[in-house]
């Protein structure tokens, strides 16, 4: 066989599979970013003036959207109706109960035993978040507040998202001094 003759034959290159590749590769990106944004709401966050940064979030950590007229939205599902429930807060103690029942029944939330006026009181030791739209009242805010504090429920972390940067009107922080 002629060396020279085949080293000029084409060769055709099935992109097929690599096309394939790429296309799976896509989807998974894309179903692995859409699930661990899956518990967020788009709200506007208030700016905060001083912050710390959230690093390295706790994966266990219960969070709670408060919309703009004050409905809380708890994995996908609305806890709470402000315009259905109005001042009738008792959906969100049941709310904040269910979450403690299901973390100590699971084991996803850690609970320690403190002596808080000369009682042993059981309280969840991990911090839940609360994502309140910029513009909603704060009174729902208080409430949620509030019911973390009951004993029977006693998240004694509570963590608040604030936004560095305003999306309505892009304004950002101010550089901190010794900040880089």
Do not use: H
């Not at 009738?88 to 403190?114: H, M, S």
């Not at 999306?167 to 922080?173: D, H, L």
């Amino acid at each position: 066989m002629d060396m020279q003759k085949i080293s000029q034959e084409d060769f055709d290159m099935d992109m097929t599979p690599m096309i394939d590749c790429v296309f799976l590769l896509m989807i998974f990106f894309v179903l692995v970013i859409d699930l661990s944004q899956k518990n967020l709401e788009d709200l506007i966050l208030p700016r905060a003036e001083f912050q710390e940064p959230d690093d390295q979030p706790p994966d266990n950590r219960p969070i709670l959207n408060v919309l703009q007229n004050g409905s809380v939205i708890f994995e996908g599902k609305v806890a709470y109706d402000a315009i259905k429930d109005g001042s009738n807060y008792a959906p969100i103690k049941q709310l904040l109960l269910d979450i403690r029942r299901n973390g100590e029944l699971k084991g996803t939330l850690k609970i320690v035993t403190e002596d808080i006026g000369g009682k042993p009181t059981k309280l969840v030791d991990d911090p839940i978040l609360i994502r309140a739209d910029k513009w909603t009242e704060w009174n729902v805010i208080g409430e949620i507040m509030k019911q973390c504090s009951q004993p029977n429920i006693a998240f004694w972390k509570v963590e608040l998202a604030m936004s560095e940067q305003d999306k309505e009107t892009g304004e950002k922080n101010a550089k901190l001094k010794g900040d880089k």
